[in-house]
């Protein structure tokens, strides 16, 4: 038996009546009230209701439900650290599913009672209403590409046969559940262009399930492959079939997330479990492989991923028998990207000896470090990417955080500056050496994108397809500042509002940040941000350290031990809004997802009385345990480390949010929002955080946990979801910063 903590102690088996029931004084009463007092340690009125301003009912009062505190206990180093609420991570006990459910039941309908909340829904239904492109890719002559014609819930995959052409549609996931949960989530035209593989993932997980489609009629062949993620797969220039990274497989038929894949051959016409194992790693317990060929044919390019600062790259020559694996880039010394082939010449990013990365030549038959050749060298600005198209190598470059490109020949001459609209994201840029056509989109923060041939050749651009959202942008502006942070880092940051905004600190700001994974914050346009703009609050995203946008220093300086310099600079743009007259303290909201629902829980545990509102979605939140939900996770201990190691779990220690909440502390109002579905970020961070926030909070800010179900972490998530979502969010905001109803909005 473990004890069961309350007001006193006493001992119980963990039983779900138990667990809801046994803190608030008996079996009849699952939910108990907030022991509340106001700012400052006044008594909130109890007449009324706090989530909404209304009067308060029986039915409105706000009250969290219970939860359980369960002595649990590990040692670190030496150090005792309690987890009360470890219970939580059992995502499929009847305890947990019931604990979601009262949740929910008390931040839903506060959310949906709040003035604004129909307004933005509206709102986001329309703007989400607007055909849209992504960047096509080329195979056999054919152009494959995602579209959405405004009113679908997820993009549909079309194919033509010339740019011209509208397209047909191969694959509607659409039509597949009523909701539209089943989301594609890649797909990879054969050579030949006659046969797509696809993926679907169900519900929101990172699992997919690859089927193979014919292009001439859209009939899909007997040919499934369970117990893959992430790493998408690569044709055989013939044709004849794919080479994939699986997982093993669990009794139950899952793949198993504990383990790691290995790279097969699925032959077309074969069943699965006759696919040919080609390489498996068996010399170290956390890599993992990806296969890709070359575009001739001749090699199969393995990369072994550990991290996101070094990896390793074998080779397999596919012209000899045997299918022999041998090393070519085994020293772990730095990241290598492979971007393309011609013949035995082998191309990579990397950062070996580039911080800022370079692109460089390996001979397949001649690898040694001293016979690799610079093909793009290294810049004073971060080389974020790389293509090889067209017998030309396409380098897209990070400036002061948005994007510029450059087109250099493969013997390292710069031919030109691609040309771009503004100064904004870029993405795209795929093909094959022998194709001098290839395609890439714009975006910034108030252009909604812009999808552009280029002809590699000629170095032109232009325009292919353009959306066009349903309402002007002509009333904001998008600035860029630099501040400086704790330890005197200039940092820039992009701040969008409206032409007329006063700087005089009664701006109602939403600041957005990231911080990690060597991911680099540049302009993009998001229909939720546009609805926020038009209800009248401004909008900040600041690039911290941990990201690319300076390169690998800038991204290790964000790592490891360094990781609080992340938050240092989050809470110094914070600061800097607040200084400058932008906005100040009780109206400035702050948002972040996943890395960035860390950067929240962080900033609002260190500084609650900085904020006006917080919304953590899907974070990492326990920093001690996030390893032990699944092999993917552990690999994100490049950039946070292990609670194993005496320095790291110091610094982990130092900042966990779950760890860093404090009783007796007025937090601000806080929406945490997470999907019961999400394997990539397991839920349970999120639980255990707002468990922990609601037991501390001593003043009447609320603290709500809204939980989807049938969602993952946020990739192939319906556009009828994301509103919900984004309603919920900005309602929230729109409450507690004080914000008017916009004109036209009806109160519920």
């Given at each position: 038996?473990?004890?069961?903590?309350?007001?006193?102690?006493?001992?119980?088996?963990?039983?779900?009546?138990?667990?809801?029931?046994?803190?608030?004084?008996?079996?009849?009463?699952?939910?108990?009230?907030?022991?509340?007092?106001?700012?400052?340690?006044?008594?909130?009125?109890?007449?009324?209701?706090?989530?909404?301003?209304?009067?308060?009912?029986?039915?409105?009062?706000?009250?969290?439900?219970?939860?359980?505190?369960?002595?649990?206990?590990?040692?670190?180093?030496?150090?005792?650290?309690?987890?009360?609420?470890?219970?939580?991570?059992?995502?499929?006990?009847?305890?947990?599913?019931?604990?979601?459910?009262?949740?929910?039941?008390?931040?839903?309908?506060?959310?949906?009672?709040?003035?604004?909340?129909?307004?933005?829904?509206?709102?986001?239904?329309?703007?989400?209403?607007?055909?849209?492109?992504?960047?096509?890719?080329?195979?056999?002559?054919?152009?494959?590409?995602?579209?959405?014609?405004?009113?679908?819930?997820?993009?549909?995959?079309?194919?033509?046969?010339?740019?011209?052409?509208?397209?047909?549609?191969?694959?509607?996931?659409?039509?597949?559940?009523?909701?539209?949960?089943?989301?594609?989530?890649?797909?990879?035209?054969?050579?030949?262009?006659?046969?797509?593989?696809?993926?679907?993932?169900?519900?929101?997980?990172?699992?997919?399930?690859?089927?193979?489609?014919?292009?001439?009629?859209?009939?899909?062949?007997?040919?499934?492959?369970?117990?893959?993620?992430?790493?998408?797969?690569?044709?055989?220039?013939?044709?004849?079939?794919?080479?994939?990274?699986?997982?093993?497989?669990?009794?139950?038929?899952?793949?198993?997330?504990?383990?790691?894949?290995?790279?097969?051959?699925?032959?077309?016409?074969?069943?699965?479990?006759?696919?040919?194992?080609?390489?498996?790693?068996?010399?170290?317990?956390?890599?993992?492989?990806?296969?890709?060929?070359?575009?001739?044919?001749?090699?199969?390019?393995?990369?072994?991923?550990?991290?996101?600062?070094?990896?390793?790259?074998?080779?397999?020559?596919?012209?000899?028998?045997?299918?022999?694996?041998?090393?070519?880039?085994?020293?772990?010394?730095?990241?290598?990207?492979?971007?393309?082939?011609?013949?035995?010449?082998?191309?990579?990013?990397?950062?070996?000896?580039?911080?800022?990365?370079?692109?460089?030549?390996?001979?397949?038959?001649?690898?040694?470090?001293?016979?690799?050749?610079?093909?793009?060298?290294?810049?004073?600005?971060?080389?974020?990417?790389?293509?090889?198209?067209?017998?030309?190598?396409?380098?897209?470059?990070?400036?002061?955080?948005?994007?510029?490109?450059?087109?250099?020949?493969?013997?390292?001459?710069?031919?030109?500056?691609?040309?771009?609209?503004?100064?904004?994201?870029?993405?795209?840029?795929?093909?094959?050496?022998?194709?001098?056509?290839?395609?890439?989109s714009y975006t910034d923060y108030l252009t909604p994108p812009q999808v552009y041939r280029f002809d590699v050749t000629a170095n032109h651009a232009t325009l292919w397809r353009k959306a066009a959202v349903p309402a002007s942008t002509n009333a904001y502006v998008t600035e860029q500042v630099f501040f400086q942070s704790k330890d005197g880092t200039r940092?820039?940051?992009?701040?969008?509002?409206?032409?007329?905004?006063?700087?005089?600190?009664?701006?109602?700001?939403?600041?957005?940040?990231?911080?990690?994974?060597?991911?680099?914050?540049?302009?993009?346009?998001?229909?939720?941000?546009?609805?926020?703009?038009?209800?009248?609050?401004?909008?900040?995203?600041?690039?911290?350290?941990?990201?690319?946008?300076?390169?690998?220093?800038?991204?290790?300086?964000?790592?490891?031990?360094?990781?609080?310099?992340?938050?240092?600079?989050?809470?110094?743009?914070?600061?800097?809004?607040?200084?400058?007259?932008?906005?100040?303290?009780?109206?400035?909201?702050?948002?972040?997802?996943?890395?960035?629902?860390?950067?929240?829980?962080?900033?609002?545990?260190?500084?609650?009385?900085?904020?006006?509102?917080?919304?953590?979605?899907?974070?990492?939140?326990?920093?001690?345990?996030?390893?032990?939900?699944?092999?993917?996770?552990?690999?994100?201990?490049?950039?946070?480390?292990?609670?194993?190691?005496?320095?790291?779990?110091?610094?982990?220690?130092?900042?966990?949010?779950?760890?860093?909440?404090?009783?007796?502390?007025?937090?601000?109002?806080?929406?945490?929002?997470?999907?019961?579905?999400?394997?990539?970020?397991?839920?349970?961070?999120?639980?255990?955080?707002?468990?922990?926030?609601?037991?501390?909070?001593?003043?009447?800010?609320?603290?709500?946990?809204?939980?989807?179900?049938?969602?993952?972490?946020?990739?192939?998530?319906?556009?009828?979801?994301?509103?919900?979502?984004?309603?919920?969010?900005?309602?929230?905001?729109?409450?507690?910063?004080?914000?008017?109803?916009?004109?036209?909005?009806?109160?519920?």
């Amino acid at each position: 038996m473990e004890k069961l903590q309350c007001y006193g102690s006493v001992t119980l088996g963990l039983c779900v009546a138990c667990l809801l029931a046994a803190c608030a004084g008996g079996p009849l009463s699952p939910l108990a009230p907030i022991p509340g007092a106001g700012p400052g340690g006044k008594p909130m009125p109890t007449s009324t209701d706090i989530a909404t301003g209304l009067p308060a009912t029986p039915s409105t009062q706000l009250v969290y439900p219970v939860t359980a505190r369960v002595n649990v206990a590990d040692e670190y180093n030496g150090a005792k650290v309690e987890d009360p609420y470890r219970w939580l991570e059992n995502l499929d006990s009847q305890a947990t599913r019931d604990w979601v459910t009262a949740q929910n039941k008390v931040s839903q309908p506060r959310l949906e009672a709040i003035t604004h909340r129909a307004w933005v829904k509206q709102r986001l239904t329309q703007l989400w209403n607007y055909e849209r492109f992504e960047v096509p890719v080329k195979e056999g002559g054919r152009y494959f590409f995602l579209h959405n014609d405004g009113r679908q819930n997820q993009s549909a995959l079309l194919v033509a046969d010339s740019l011209d052409s509208p397209g047909r549609v191969l694959f509607d996931p659409n039509s597949i559940r009523e909701d539209a949960t089943v989301a594609l989530s890649d797909f990879r035209p054969s050579p030949q262009g006659d046969v797509v593989a696809y993926a679907l993932s169900d519900g929101g997980t990172d699992w997919q399930i690859w089927r193979f489609r014919r292009v001439q009629d859209g009939i899909d062949s007997a040919d499934t492959l369970h117990f893959t993620k992430f790493w998408g797969v690569s044709w055989a220039r013939d044709g004849s079939g794919v080479y994939y990274s699986r997982y093993p497989a669990l009794p139950n038929g899952k793949g198993d997330d504990a383990g790691r894949p290995a790279v097969y051959f699925h032959k077309l016409g074969e069943p699965q479990d006759s696919d040919r194992l080609i390489y498996a790693v068996a010399d170290h317990p956390t890599r993992v492989p990806s296969a890709r060929v070359t575009e001739d044919g001749r090699y199969l390019v393995i990369t072994l991923f550990d991290g996101y600062e070094r990896n390793g790259v074998s080779l397999v020559d596919l012209r000899q028998p045997g299918m022999k694996v041998t090393p070519l880039l085994s020293a772990w010394d730095a990241h290598y990207t492979f971007i393309g082939a011609n013949g035995d010449h082998l191309y990579f990013l990397t950062t070996q000896d580039a911080p800022l990365r370079r692109v460089i030549e390996v001979n397949a038959q001649m690898p040694a470090p001293s016979a690799w050749r610079t093909l793009v060298p290294e810049d004073a600005t971060a080389l974020e990417e790389a293509s090889y198209v067209g017998g030309r190598i396409v380098a897209k470059y990070v400036y002061d955080a948005h994007s510029v490109a450059k087109l250099y020949q493969v013997d390292g001459r710069l031919i030109g500056q691609v040309p771009l609209p503004g100064m904004g994201r870029v993405e795209g840029f795929s093909g094959e050496g022998r194709e001098t056509e290839t395609f890439f989109s714009y975006t910034d923060y108030l252009t909604p994108p812009q999808v552009y041939r280029f002809d590699v050749t000629a170095n032109h651009a232009t325009l292919w397809r353009k959306a066009a959202v349903p309402a002007s942008t002509n009333a904001y502006v998008t600035e860029q500042v630099f501040f400086q942070s704790k330890d005197g880092t200039r940092v820039p940051m992009f701040i969008t509002h409206r032409h007329d905004m006063v700087r005089d600190g009664s701006q109602p700001f939403l600041l957005y940040g990231y911080g990690g994974f060597n991911v680099s914050l540049t302009p993009v346009f998001r229909p939720s941000v546009l609805a926020w703009l038009e209800m009248g609050g401004a909008y900040a995203e600041a690039n911290l350290r941990g990201g690319g946008e300076y390169g690998e220093a800038w991204h290790r300086a964000g790592t490891l031990e360094n990781k609080q310099h992340v938050f240092d600079d989050f809470i110094a743009a914070s600061e800097y809004l607040i200084r400058e007259h932008y906005t100040r303290q009780q109206k400035l909201g702050i948002h972040g997802r996943s890395n960035g629902g860390l950067l929240v829980g962080a900033a609002l545990t260190q500084r609650p009385d900085l904020y006006g509102a917080a919304l953590p979605a899907v974070g990492v939140l326990d920093m001690l345990r996030y390893h032990t939900a699944s092999a993917n996770a552990r690999q994100w201990s490049s950039d946070y480390g292990l609670s194993e190691d005496a320095e790291q779990f110091k610094a982990l220690y130092s900042y966990s949010p779950y760890h860093n909440v404090k009783k007796g502390t007025c937090y601000p109002p806080t929406l945490i929002t997470t999907a019961d579905h999400d394997d990539r970020v397991v839920p349970w961070h999120s639980y255990k955080f707002a468990a922990a926030l609601q037991a501390a909070q001593i003043c009447g800010n609320p603290i709500l946990i809204r939980v989807e179900t049938r969602a993952g972490h946020g990739a192939g998530k319906p556009v009828w979801m994301q509103i919900e979502d984004f309603a919920d969010q900005w309602a929230f905001l729109a409450k507690w910063l004080g914000m008017p109803l916009p004109a036209g909005g009806v109160a519920p």
